[in-house]
Structure formats: structure tokens, C-alpha cells
């Protein structure tokens, strides 16, 4: 088969990881699809880097976000680092060449996972200074969990007690950074390999989950963030260690199903949290960056050829922090 495409015509794709279904990694493959252009009020951004997150692998799998997307074939990713391409009409906070990240559209398909992204301009932030592109893909969906999370829902004061499960995972880490810099008193579970490095993060107590019982010696707090959920029964136990009328927070696929009745016979409230795109938050986050406040930790960088492999890393666990896929390298 030969390419009819005139020679001085274009070229209108760009390279993508395509999802062809729900499933395993094999549902995972490079190709090449159409690039997007930007509608009013849109940019379009050259990715250079996109963010691996617990929900990239859940929707894989046809769980998390899936049933906000359209069927497969599709194209993952919601993280988003890069640069301006092209601004859409009525565009008016980036121009050309201006380096912005973004979690875009989200629980919608984004498609960060592809040379070219498209949404509207104010779901994106100027990257800050300090960090590369590498670091500002990490930074979106992370932070913006954190932040709606402890500062738009629980309003997180100086003073007060709030305790982080997971804290050494991808909004874990920055949960703690940002708690400290709000002033509270910041209690982290995590393993022990990671219990020095997230007391340089902010982190005031540190529980070894793996051997202790959190509960034995956690009480009084006012927010619980819980990013694990029914797995051993985190988000019922965590329901113990709240002072009355304390605030239980967990992501929607970690909470067990009976938690809100449970909560409320013990004095307490319950709530799960979806994160939702906020390019004024994001703003905000990004000033705690340029303050030295908050930093990502990226833990690995992969070439996008191998996201299945970043995927089944973050499934396995253990990763510090965030992963990054490098998308192009200029």
C-alpha cells in the first residue's frame, strides 16, 4: 500500500500510546493517530512530558475513571508538561513557546500520553521556576488532589492534627508538604525505608504500617487523608484515631462501602473526593513550588515505549513519589 499524501502536505499525526481495550498491558500499543487543533478559548500543547498515576493502570483495566470515557481505542493520561503550540481564539493568558503543565478534562479522556495535547487554556499553569519538564509532569494530579483534598475540603488550619496514609506515594508526598506548609501537625504512615526521608518533607510522626498498628498510636485528628482505602481495612480503622467530628477523606476507590454509616455512628464525618481539573489552584501550587514549599519527587523517568513497564511498576508498589513518561525530548 503506498502513501497517496502529497509530499508538501503536512503531517496531521502524531505519535500516541493507544489503549485498545480494557485489559492487561497488551491493550497497550504505540501508534500513530490524528493530532488535535485547538477550538476557542483552547491551546494546543507539544507534550514533552506526561505523569503516571494510579488511575492510568485502573483504567487499563476498565475500573477508576473508565466509566467517564468514551470506549476504546483510546489514549491515556491525564499529567500534562510541554509547551504552547498554538492558542485557540480568545486565548489570552499564553502565547507560543510558553511552558504550561495541566491535568486537563479529567475523569474525560486528556490523551497526555501523545505528542500533542488540546484543552482549554485556563485547565493549564506556567510551569514554575525549577523544575523540568520531567518534575512538572509529576506535579497536576497529584497536587491537585492534595490541595482540594486538605485545603478546599478539610481547610486545613496551622495548629491541627491531620494524618496521611500512603504519604510516600504520588499525592501522599506532596499531602505532607503541603500540610506542613499550612502548619499542621503532620502524621504519615508509610514503610520504614521512608520514614527519614518524609520527616526532610515535613512529616512530624511517621508510622511503620507494616509493623504497627496505626491506631495504637494515632489519636485526636482532625483530618484523616487516606489514599489505601478497604485494603486492611485502613479507612475503618483510620475512623478510630478522629477526634469527634473529625473528617475522614479517602479517593472514590479506597473507601469501603459501608464507611459513611460508620463514621457517623462514631461521631465523625466521612466524605470521598474526586479530584477535578482547577488551573486557579494549580497556580497557587505552583507558587508553593517557586516558594520552595513544595517539590515533586519523580522516582523514574520512562521513554513513553515503555509505559506498560512504568504501569506494572506502579501497580507492584513501592515507588517513591511519582513516574514520569518522557513524551519528546525537544
Known amino acids: 500500500m503506498t502513501d ?11 505519535r500516541a500510546l493507544v489503549q ?20 476557542p478559548t483552547e491551546i494546543l500543547v507539544r507534550v514533552r512530558a506526561a505523569g503516571v498515576n494510579p488511575v492510568d493502570w485502573k483504567t487499563r483495566e476498565g475500573l477508576g475513571a473508565a466509566a467517564s470515557l468514551a470506549s476504546p481505542p483510546l489514549v491515556p493520561g491525564w499529567d500534562v508538561a510541554g509547551t504552547v503550540e498554538e492558542v485557540g481564539t480568545g486565548v489570552t493568558l499564553y502565547k507560543p513557546g510558553d511552558a504550561v503543565l495541566g ?4 475523569p474525560r479522556t486528556a490523551g497526555a500520553c501523545a505528542e500533542y495535547v488540546t484543552a482549554p487554556a485556563r485547565q493549564f499553569a506556567p510551569i514554575p521556576k525549577g523544575l523540568d519538564f520531567d518534575e512538572a509532569a509529576a506535579l497536576p494530579l497529584a497536587s491537585l488532589t492534595a490541595w482540594q483534598a486538605l485545603v478546599d475540603t478539610a481547610r486545613l488550619r496551622r495548629g491541627e492534627r491531620v494524618l496521611v496514609h500512603a504519604a510516600s506515594g504520588g499525592v501522599g508526598h506532596l499531602a505532607v508538604q503541603l500540610a506542613h506548609h499550612i502548619g499542621a501537625h503532620v502524621i504519615a504512615t508509610a514503610s520504614a525505608s521512608r520514614h527519614a526521608w518524609l520527616r526532610t518533607l515535613g512529616a512530624d510522626a511517621v508510622v511503620d504500617y507494616r509493623n504497627e498498628r496505626f491506631e495504637e498510636h494515632v489519636s485526636g485528628v482532625d483530618t484523616v487523608l487516606d489514599l489505601v482505602g478497604a485494603k486492611d481495612d485502613t479507612s475503618a480503622r483510620s475512623l478510630a484515631v478522629l477526634r469527634p467530628g473529625g473528617l475522614l477523606i479517602t479517593v472514590p476507590s479506597s473507601g469501603a462501602g459501608d464507611i459513611e454509616e460508620r463514621a457517623t455512628a462514631a461521631g465523625v464525618r466521612f466524605t470521598g473526593i474526586l479530584v477535578e481539573p482547577d488551573g486557579a489552584a494549580l497556580r497557587r501550587i505552583t507558587a508553593l513550588v517557586e516558594e520552595g514549599a513544595l517539590r515533586p519527587h519523580v522516582d523514574a523517568v520512562h521513554p513513553l515505549e515503555k509505559a506498560a513497564e512504568a504501569y506494572a511498576r506502579g501497580e507492584k508498589g513501592g515507588v517513591r513519589g511519582k513516574q514520569a513518561l518522557r513524551i519528546s525530548e525537544n
Open 4 to 14: 497517496s499524501t502529497p509530499k508538501d502536505r503536512p503531517d496531521r499525526t502524531m
Open 20 to 39: 485498545t481495550g480494557f485489559g492487561g498491558p497488551e491493550v497497550l500499543r504505540l501508534d500513530r493517530v490524528p493530532r488535535p487543533s485547538p477550538v
Open 103 to 106: 491535568m486537563p478534562w479529567f
